[in-house]
């Protein structure tokens, strides 16, 4: 019981991964800077479908997955001073990093050889994180981020893993007015990317396999959409594109140098979606243009706050499905995930019923 042991509901192994289980597990030492968190929503993100499933590699079990959490905060370390005990809070997708390295120095700290994924990592005691499926979460101070008042707990909480991972790409490849970007792939991700270089000022293009999404895609802010199936889909558009954003898992099909064309000279291609397979790409597809292929990971504090700011500026919000939290309602969303169902995110609630909190 809290504060000693928090309790979620872990998959077990990979091969039961759509049966979730109660699970009671102690937490990491309460350090100084740390901060305890009664969960309250937490979204339910593609990485939770690969890690349960073992598709991105070996994942350790019992695992209790879940990166997209708002709560409240109920306990501050002493040397906590951006939170307040009763304040509502966000964590995605990192718990800690090593705070002074040049990556962690530069708002780079996603990027820190010792950073600590949310669940499913190791601290230096050995500690193994769990994630958001669960009454509460312990984080470090750095990793959890004020939630404006303005913003909706249910519609907010997939920002924190989903929205940030394509904010971040898109600022530092300075998307904005003027810019024309190719979002690629409209799904959790996907939807997320056209509406904030929307929100940003950028001429956003929606590239999907089929025109099933077009109508979606428009509505999240889309100025036009591009089918990949339609013969010749990228013939008028080739050299037009200052900025590609890729969202996409799926690899069957996925022809990189058709992409890669629609660049303008020296323009960028930066995936965020993590295949389970590799893409084929040969160099020959980038020598036309000099086109550069990338990725990005997460985001900054800094870039989420200010993504969080845009948020509430701009009245956005994820366009999610509320999901009552439950062993079996987990299993059945990971399976609609699994089946690429949702249109766009899951948000798991009624936490307080479930664990009493």
Known sequence: MYPETFKGYAVLTKDKWETPAEYEFKPQPFGPRDIDIKIHACGVCGSD?????????????????????IGEAIR?????????????????????????CDDCKNDNETYCAQWID????????????????ASHIRAHEHFVFPIPATLDTATTAPFLCGGITVYSPLKRNAVGPGS????IGIGGLGHFAVMLAAALGAEVWAISHTS????????????????TADKDWNKDHRRSFDFLLSTASAVDGFNIGDYLALLKTHCKFVSVGLPEQGWMIKPQ?????????GSSHLGSRRE??????????KGLKAWVEEVQISPENIGAALVKLHNGKPRYRQTLVGFDKAFGN
Request: glycine letters at 16%; proline letters at 3%.
């Open 212 to 227: 099933a999404k077009r109508d979606d895609a428009l509505a999240l802010g889309a100025t036009g959409f591009l089918a």
């Open 49 to 69: 479908l690969h890690s349960a499933t073992g598709g991105w590699g070996n994942s350790e079990f019992p695992l209790i997955p879940g990166h997209e959490i």
């Open 304 to 313: 989420t706050l200010e993504m969080l700011k845009l948020v509430e500026e």
């Open 76 to 100: 501050v370390g002493d040397q906590v001073k951006s939170v307040k005990v009763g304040d509502r809070v966000g964590v995605g997708a990192q718990v800690l990093s090593c705070m002074e």
């Open 180 to 183: 024309k970007v190719g979002i």
């Open 118 to 133: 949310t669940y499913g990592a190791r601290y230096q005691d050995g500690t193994l994180t769990q994630g958001g499926y």
């Open 285 to 293: 597809d980038m020598n036309p243009n000099g086109c550069f292929i």
